[in-house]
Antibody
Framework: EVQLVESGGGLVQPGRSMKLSCAASGFTFSNYGMAWVRQAPTKGLEWVATISYDGSSTYYRDSVKGRFTISRDNAKSTLYLQMNSLRSEDTATYYC????????WGQGTLVTVSS | DVVMTQTPPSLSVAIGQSVSISCKSSQSLVYSDGKTYLHWLLQSSGRSPKRLIYQVSNLDSGVPDRFSGTGSQKDFTLKISRVEAKDLGVYYCAQTTHFPWTFGGGTKLELK
């Protein structure tokens, strides 16, 4: 059974950093691209970043470019999102999802950026 | 950016009724490999999104054939026949043909 389990969310002050993790199981992690998608409270879904199966290619939405870094450790079957210079508008539930067809989703981790 | 316009924003339905949701993109969603990366997701209340249909018309395993997806290029439709209570929630279309990947605004399916 495919499982994606996010962790690392919580309350953080504006301007600070936070690192999210997504532990994958039930499939060969190193064969698939992965992505982060977020959802602000009561809002719709918003793509954040994507990484290729081997980590050689990364893509970001403009509003996080230069502040967020997506990465992966295929030996640990884990996806990461390093978030720096956090802003109030980054407040959202962050989901990891598998591949370019959104095949599977984790349960999400809530990031609240507030002083 | 590709804008995904989803209509209607909400639908009030009776159990057993059939409904359709429209999703129109501002650009063609046909990728250079000839495939169309348009997908449909359902987010039930308080839950994570779950994919129902990928690449326009391919049903995910376990999704009943009451669901169907059609369309091409820039115009897509999700049809639900004989709505059941477990179908309620917010439906999203999403495109992964062009970066940035984008989602429709969602259609909330509620009971009448």
């Amino acid at each position: 059974e495919v499982q994606l389990v996010e962790s690392g969310g919580g309350l953080v002050q504006p301007g600070r950093s936070m690192k999210l993790s997504c532990a994958a199981s039930g499939f060969t992690f190193s064969n698939y691209g992965m992505a982060w998608v977020r959802q602000a409270p009561t809002k719709g879904l918003e793509w954040v970043a994507t990484i290729s199966y081997d980590g050689s290619s990364t893509y970001y939405r403009d509003s996080v470019k230069g502040r967020f870094t997506i990465s992966r450790d295929n030996a640990k079957s884990t996806l990461y999102l390093q978030m720096n210079s956090l802003r109030s508008e980054d407040t959202a539930t962050y989901y990891c999802t598998r591949d370019a067809r959104f095949a599977y989703w984790g349960q999400g981790t809530l990031v609240t950026v507030s002083s | 950016d590709v804008v995904m316009t989803q209509t209607p924003p909400s639908l009030s339905v009776a159990i057993g009724q059939s409904v359709s949701i429209s999703c129109k993109s501002s650009q063609s969603l046909v990728y250079s490999d000839g495939k169309t990366y348009l997908h449909w997701l359902l987010q039930s209340s308080g839950r994570s999104p779950k994919r129902l249909i990928y690449q326009v018309s391919n049903l995910d395993s376990g999704v009943p054939d009451r669901f169907s997806g059609t369309g091409s290029q820039k115009d897509f439709t999700l049809k639900i026949s004989r709505v059941e209570a477990k179908d309620l929630g917010v439906y999203y279309c999403a495109q992964t043909t062009h970066f940035p990947w984008t989602f429709g605004g969602g259609t909330k399916l509620e009971l009448k």
